[in-house]
């Protein structure tokens, strides 16, 4: 591993530069090797790579099961590039650049970060990252996400934004067990009800109920709102990776 993990180190300054720290940064991907080799109750143990074809990516498998491909995704937008602000009035987007830099730099630690799996790619329609990313139900936001993802371990029939890749995925998912197992290999305790029976919307602060159009802020209040929930929830899991002992 490249030295401990460093929950304040961001990795902003890849997209700076114009690259992109879930494709080139090697620094991440053995980070999330690291938090994926630990041993956690109920799941695993698995084997870990870090592999490179052209873009980093993350290898786990059972000791004797395929291998999952799974690339780093992070999970916080704060919707202050040009694809995004184009959408808000004038205010919003005046409340989105007022601290932009400070939020954009904690939505890149370590805690905003997680995998997801990519096999398949465009030849069997979008990945999860890529379809929670342009779906007007998701926006981008992984609260939304990982609500679908707890209906799917409730049952895959269920309904969701998710629901068609969620399912193409299903082994990957498999490999958990159920929602809580997932919830806890993955370190996203504080954005769960304690009995991991609902998701707490970064949006609003209540339990996720439904998924809206468009799920994206569109007032000042809902963004500043979002903001520091996304803040205390990042660096809540930060908390949680500093406490491991790896």
């Given at each position: 591993?490249?030295?401990?993990?460093?929950?304040?180190?961001?990795?902003?300054?890849?997209?700076?530069?114009?690259?992109?720290?879930?494709?080139?940064?090697?620094?991440?991907?053995?980070?999330?090797?690291?938090?994926?080799?630990?041993?956690?109750?109920?799941?695993?143990?698995?084997?870990?790579?870090?592999?490179?074809?052209?873009?980093?990516?993350?290898?786990?498998?059972?000791?004797?099961?395929?291998?999952?491909?799974?690339?780093?995704?992070?999970?916080?937008?704060?919707?202050?590039?040009?694809?995004?602000?184009?959408?808000?009035?004038?205010?919003?987007?005046?409340?989105?650049?007022?601290?932009e830099d400070d939020f954009f730099r904690v939505a890149s630690?370590?805690?905003?970060?997680?995998?997801?799996?990519?096999?398949?790619?465009?030849?069997?329609?979008?990945?999860?990252?890529?379809?929670?990313?342009?779906?007007?139900?998701?926006?981008?936001?992984?609260?939304?996400?990982?609500?679908?993802?707890?209906?799917?371990?409730?049952?895959?029939?269920?309904?969701?934004?998710?629901?068609?890749?969620?399912?193409?995925?299903?082994?990957?998912?498999?490999?958990?067990?159920?929602?809580?197992?997932?919830?806890?290999?993955?370190?996203?305790?504080?954005?769960?009800?304690?009995?991991?029976?609902?998701?707490?919307?970064?949006?609003?602060?209540?339990?996720?109920?439904?998924?809206?159009?468009?799920?994206?802020?569109?007032?000042?209040?809902?963004?500043?709102?979002?903001?520091?929930?996304?803040?205390?929830?990042?660096?809540?899991?930060n908390d949680r990776i500093q406490r491991l002992e790896l």
């Amino acid at each position: 591993m490249s030295g401990r993990i460093d929950p304040d180190l961001d990795f902003a300054i890849y997209y700076r530069l114009g690259g992109d720290p879930d494709r080139t940064c090697e620094r991440l991907y053995l980070w999330h090797q690291a938090l994926c080799s630990r041993a956690v109750d109920g799941v695993g143990p698995f084997v870990v790579d870090v592999v490179y074809d052209r873009a980093y990516e993350l290898s786990l498998r059972l000791a004797d099961g395929p291998a999952f491909r799974l690339g780093s995704d992070g999970i916080i937008p704060t919707w202050s590039t040009p694809g995004w602000t184009w959408r808000f009035a004038p205010e919003l987007v005046a409340e989105i650049e007022r601290d932009e830099d400070d939020f954009f730099r904690v939505a890149s630690t370590i805690g905003g970060y997680v995998l997801f799996p990519r096999n398949g790619g465009h030849q069997t329609g979008w990945t999860i990252n890529q379809a929670r990313g342009v779906h007007p139900q998701i926006a981008d936001r992984f609260d939304l996400t990982l609500e679908c993802i707890r209906r799917h371990y409730l049952d895959p029939r269920l309904d969701s934004p998710l629901a068609d890749r969620l399912n193409y995925y299903h082994d990957f998912f498999a490999l958990f067990g159920n929602f809580d197992n997932y919830v806890r290999f993955f370190l996203l305790d504080d954005l769960v009800t304690p009995d991991r029976e609902g998701v707490w919307s970064l949006l609003t602060g209540d339990v996720v109920t439904g998924f809206p159009v468009p799920a994206y802020a569109t007032t000042t209040v809902e963004y500043a709102t979002f903001r520091a929930n996304s803040i205390k929830f990042v660096r809540a899991r930060n908390d949680r990776i500093q406490r491991l002992e790896l």
